[in-house]
């Protein structure tokens, strides 16, 4: 019974979010004036495939080393550590950006260096500066996610497997792990850089460098052929549908069984850890502290409109992150529980174009109702959509785990419904679902997306306001509104994070 | 039966229809309409001789605004459009969706321009800004730029106006050879950036030794910020011009209204407004003239512009020939 409402439910859902994605793609495709992808689009579509399979592949290699060195590493400030790691990944894209330049830019801390070394100089523009940025940005997800996976392994593993003398603990417990939560790690990874457009034009050092996005940019808003946007939104989310079922074939199930919740022991520190997690901080950090010196100056001097954005960002992250979180906790239960496809519609926000689902719920809705008043529900709606997959992925290991641990146990116990909910699910779950939560939040709070096709003249988000100052010339205040923005999205994280770790047993 | 019922119903809305304040619905970009913009001075100006409301619906750039306007068609709850440049103006007359101006008002634009449908309200030269701290001889012409090592920073012409306007320039300029422009001036590019503010804000992070904005940008710096270090380069070969124009949708139910904003647009007191707020030249100086800082800005003695309807035709084929050269 409860399961099958639990599959209902997931159904009406995946349905939904179907809808709303292509439905979207949809309302654009039907103002076609002809088929067909100039070979400017291939092109773009060659160097989208490129720039994001090298970056999925270099931020997942370099993830595994880091997340295990943070797994069985412990140290005074560990925790800080990793919250503070996975903040490069919240930062809006122009901002981080500017970070990077800050340390790679042809003025950059790195080239003057070189310069007072006397070594030539380095550019950071082209396909490497491009990998580079997108590496930062998904380093710290990839890092997070796989933590999760080590953090999953049950104590009694190590120990079982010390006792039998297992030469490798590497390959037997670790191993089988990695390949359970790597090829949902890429995939993700994957799906965020396919998308990427400002990192990949402003670093790939000219038009070489044009992505589908770009293509399906300059098809809305200079050709204005929502035909063609809606055709190389078709494009994407074919890629996105072959990755996800590449993915889904390359995930091996793990089972081992379950643990008492014991410390980890066993999986002793290398020395290798030392330097692996000091550059991964170093990496991730330092173009930070570029944002923070950047903000400073002006912070003090910020117009009043900036902290009414901030507050009304923040309420509207908040509800994101909720619907959100409660969102993929239905679809993670049912595609545990064997429904197929569940897992595609959950992807299926990360293939879209922001701006193909902006523009089409645009000429959806305003049939109906003047956007302006639709604005801000809009954003929301789309932020949660939005932190879906990651959400999704976030849980799916632990729930995968949870599933097959508990449920005969659950339902010998006759627990199910609201109790089940209470007793097993959310406190099995706090870890993965505060930083959900907290990774939607965050998302939302830095997400410039839709708000800015709907948004009238009071109902600025904090982005929205970050990008108005900087194309007014106020270069400071719009440095200090991003430093805002971060603090914001990172306060939000924390609590969150800190939040779900708290509440785990 | 149902007349009276209908006639009753229009006597009781009566009353309340002239008791409720008429409000003028603009559609314009979003640094037009921002706090810091021209949008809340000229609204406030404006409302005062109008006794109705300004209410602004912004989109990211004169770009956008076109694309939303498509988008909304007939059906567009905007009276008036206003933020559009002289190569997007065709692609807007081609929508059929403007009423002709009821009146034409005088302008000093450097170059004749009248159009039976758009009324400029400012304009300005796409220029080349540097540090004049760091860079003491700037080149003297687009060639003079492409021979040398400087580093620039451009936007792209497929999602950026001033993008597009460097495109046209080179085009307005070099007819023909412009490909050939395209090809020495890519070693000079560092990047290209999706809007203004990136390029500029690259600029100003030592990126680049020039990046493309507007002559007036320096005024920005010197007024505002009491800064004199930015100029402009002046160019032999001349200077596009981006003029920005208001028009008036033929749907919109206050026609009357609508003329009236766009002749207080025309105005003194709005055109007053302009220098210092949307950081370009208004259309018609103001008695008073332009703020002290102004006189500073180099003045080019050749301004370029193609009329919107080769700009239209030639826009294509133009980007992509940069989008080829640049990519090589």
């Known amino acids: 019974m409860a399961n099958r409402t639990v599959q209902i439910r ?8 179907a809808a709303l994605v292509l439905g979207t793609a949809l309302a654009l495709a039907v103002q076609a004036k002809g088929v067909g992808l100039h070979p400017a689009d291939w092109a773009a579509l060659r160097f989208t495939l490129m720039q994001s399979a090298l970056s999925t592949l270099l931020s997942c290699l370099l993830a595994m080393p880091v997340a295990r060195a943070l797994a069985r590493c412990t140290f005074w400030g560990r925790r800080a550590l990793i919250v503070l790691m996975g903040a490069p990944f919240l930062l809006p894209v122009i901002v981080a950006v500017l970070g990077l330049l800050s340390l790679y830019g042809r003025n950059g801390l790195l080239n003057q260096m070189f310069q007072a070394l006397g070594l030539p100089t380095v ?36 120990r079982l497997a010390q006792t039998l003398g297992l030469p490798s603990t590497f390959r037997h417990i670790e191993l089988p792990m990695l390949a359970a939560v790597l090829p949902g790690v890429g995939l993700s990874i994957f799906l965020v850089c396919l998308t990427s457009f400002v990192v990949a034009l402003t670093l790939g050092g000219g038009p070489a460098a044009t992505t589908l996005e770009l293509a399906i940019y300059q098809a809305l808003r ?8 809606a055709l190389l939104a078709g494009v994407q989310f074919a890629v996105c549908a072959v990755a996800v079922s590449l993915a889904a074939r390359f995930t091996t199930v793990e089972g081992l069984g379950l643990g008492l919740d014991r410390a980890p022991v066993g999986q002793k520190a290398h020395w290798v850890d030392v330097p692996v997690l000091a550059l991964a901080a170093l990496f991730l950090i330092l173009p930070l502290v570029a944002v923070v010196a950047d903000g400073l100056p002006a912070l003090l001097h910020l117009p009043a409109l900036v902290w009414q954005a901030a507050l009304r960002s923040a309420v509207m992250a908040l509800v994101a992150a909720g619907l959100s979180v409660t969102a993929a906790l239905i679809l993670v239960q049912a595609k545990v529980a064997g429904a197929p496809l569940v897992e595609g519609a959950a992807m299926l926000p990360l293939a879209t174009s922001g701006l193909v689902l902006g523009t089409g719920l645009f000429v959806l809705s305003r049939a109906f109702v003047s956007p302006e008043a639709l604005a801000l529900p809009v954003t929301v709606l789309v932020n949660a959509l939005m932190a ?18 508990y449920d005969r146990l659950a339902q010998t116990l006759g627990l199910s419904g609201g109790a089940r909910l209470r007793w097993l699910t959310l406190p099995r779950l706090a870890r993965p679902l505060g930083l959900g939560a907290g990774l939607a939040a965050a998302l939302s709070m830095g997400d410039l997306g839709v708000v800015a096709l709907f948004a009238g003249q009071d109902q600025a988000t904090l982005p929205l306001v970050v990008q108005r100052l900087s194309g007014a010339y106020r270069m400071d205040q719009a440095a200090a509104a991003a430093l805002v923005l971060v603090m914001a999205s990172f306060a939000l994280f924390a609590l969150c994070d800190i939040g779900g770790r708290r509440a785990a047993p | 039966m149902k007349s009276f019922h209908l006639a009753l119903a229009f006597v009781s809305l009566a009353p309340m229809a002239m008791a409720q304040t008429p409000v003028l619905t603009v559609l314009t970009y979003d640094s037009f309409a921002a706090d810091w913009g021209p949008g809340p001075a000229i609204a406030k100006g404006f409302e005062q001789t109008c006794a109705c409301k300004v209410a602004y619906v ?6 956008a605004v076109l694309s939303r306007l498509q988008m909304e068609g007939a059906g567009s709850t905007a009276d008036i459009v206003l933020g559009l440049d002289t190569t997007l103006t065709e692609s807007a007359r081609a929508t059929g969706l403007f009423a002709p101006l009821a009146a034409q008002a005088p302008n000093d634009l450097p170059v004749p321009y009248t159009d039976a ?13 540097y540090d004049n701290t760091k860079l003491t001889t700037p080149p003297k012409s687009i060639k003079d730029l492409a021979a ?12 950026s106006t001033p993008g597009l306007g460097l495109v046209m320039w080179v085009k307005a300029a070099y007819g023909d050879q412009s490909a050939q422009i395209w090809k020495d001036l890519a070693d000079n590019i560092v990047t290209v950036t999706p809007s203004w503010d990136a390029a500029y804000g690259l600029f100003l992070k030592g990126e680049a030794d020039m990046v493309l904005s507007y002559t007036t940008s320096p005024a920005y710096h010197l007024i505002a910020e009491k800064d004199a270090t930015k100029s402009a380069a002046a160019f032999d070969e ?6 920005e124009v208001a028009g008036k949708l033929a749907s919109s139910k206050q026609q009357a209204l609508a003329d009236q904003f766009l002749a207080y647009l025309a105005s003194d007191a709005a055109q007053s407004v302009i220098p210092t707020t949307n950081w370009m030249y208004p259309a018609k100086t103001p008695v008073a003239g332009l703020p002290d800082g102004f006189e500073t800005l180099i003045k080019p003695a050749k301004s370029l512009l193609l009329s919107s309807v080769k700009a239209e035709a030639g826009r294509k084929a133009a980007v992509e020939e940069w989008q080829t050269e640049l990519s090589k």
Not at chain 1, 222 to 229: E, I, K, L, S
């Open chain 1, 10 to 17: 997931a159904w009406a859902l995946s349905g939904g979010i």
């Open chain 1, 123 to 158: 550019t950071i523009y082209g396909l490497h500066g491009v990998v580079l940025a997108h590496v930062f940005f998904n380093l710290p997800l990839a890092t997070r996610m796989l933590l999760n996976g080590w953090h999953a392994i049950p104590a009694e593993r190590f």
């Open chain 1, 222 to 229: 200079f050709d204005f052929d929502p035909g063609h946007a």
């Open chain 1, 388 to 405: 879906l997959p990651f959400v999704f992925r976030l849980l799916l290991p632990q729930v995968r785990d949870l599933h097959r641990n």
């Open chain 2, 58 to 63: 912004t989109a990211g750039d004169g770009a």
């Open chain 2, 117 to 129: 449908t758009f009324e400029p309200f400012d304009w300005g030269w796409f220029a080349f800004v």
């Open chain 2, 148 to 159: 040398s090592n400087l580093k620039i920073v451009i936007e792209d012409p497929r999602s």
């Open chain 2, 238 to 243: 001349g200077h596009y011009m981006q003029i």
